[in-house]
């Protein structure tokens, strides 16, 4: 089946850094998103991503659809402690259908240290 | 809130209990997923109902029964589950688009069950 390379699996940062993490398939996708995950919730769309080159924001996240449709990134700015979770990146493979379930990468945990 | 309510929240249950899971959404879509979520390990899809048909099912063992009575609400039957089912059960739910229309597939998630099978 399809695999998505998520890295890194974990980053600890001081409040203030940005954050940069990644996304990579060995297949073409039609769609990426981004998700993240707080303790005890289900994921939480942050940014959804529909055209090869595409580079959307939302507040202090950009992410973009890399050229070749086979990888994304995900940047935080200036982190703040809310910031803390795991961020997933999820896609839809070029055959998908309209309503297939998508491929999660394993997530990248984000800890904020004081 | 994200408009998918999924309950109970936390469910305890023995290898021999039938029980099952329950998850509505209030957003007017017409797909509707189960994925499993186990530690250190990606989210699985299990199933996908598009305008109440079943439309995958991902080699899940029998012991996991899908039920879509309506667009609305969406069912996992579970019976004699193993303690390696013991994972965070998520719902998930979005409009279907046909392949010609944009096959856009956001996906919005209700909080889980956190089932611990003993």
């Known amino acids: 089946g399809q695999q998505l390379n998520q890295s890194p699996q974990s980053m600890f940062i001081q409040e203030g850094e940005d954050v940069s993490m990644n996304c990579t398939s060995s297949?073409?996708?039609?769609?990426w998103l981004w998700y993240k995950q707080d303790p005890g919730e289900g994921p939480v769309l942050l940014i959804a991503?529909?055209?090869?080159?595409e580079l959307t924001s939302n507040g202090r996240l950009t992410a973009q659809f890399g050229i070749t449709r086979k990888d994304s990134f995900l940047n935080i700015s200036a982190s703040i402690p809310s910031d803390v979770g795991i961020y997933f990146c999820?896609?839809?493979?070029?055959?998908?259908?309209?309503?297939?379930?998508?491929?999660f990468g394993k997530g990248t945990h984000l800890i904020i240290q004081p | 809130e994200t408009g998918v309510t999924q309950t109970p929240r936390h469910l305890v249950m023995g290898m021999t209990n039938k029980k099952s899971l329950k998850c509505e959404q209030h957003?007017?879509?017409?797909?509707m997923y189960w994925y499993k979520q186990s530690a250190k390990k990606p989210l699985e899809l299990m199933f996908v109902?598009?305008?109440?048909?079943?439309?995958e099912n991902n080699s899940v063992p029998s012991r996991f029964s899908p039920e879509c009575p309506n667009s609305s609400h969406l069912f996992l039957h579970l019976h004699t589950l193993q303690p390696e089912d013991s994972a965070l059960y998520l719902c998930?739910?979005?409009?279907?688009?046909?392949?010609?229309?944009?096959?856009?597939?956001?996906?919005?998630f209700g909080p889980g069950t956190r089932l611990t099978v003993l």
């Open positions: 998930a739910s979005s409009q279907d688009r046909t392949r010609l229309a944009g096959g856009f597939n956001e996906q919005f």
């Open positions: 297949s073409i996708f039609n769609t």
């Open positions: 991503l529909y055209k090869a080159g």
């Open positions: 999820a896609g839809r493979p070029l055959s998908g259908g309209g309503a297939d379930g998508l491929t």
């Open positions: 957003l007017g879509h017409n797909a």
């Open positions: 109902y598009s305008l109440e048909e079943r439309v």
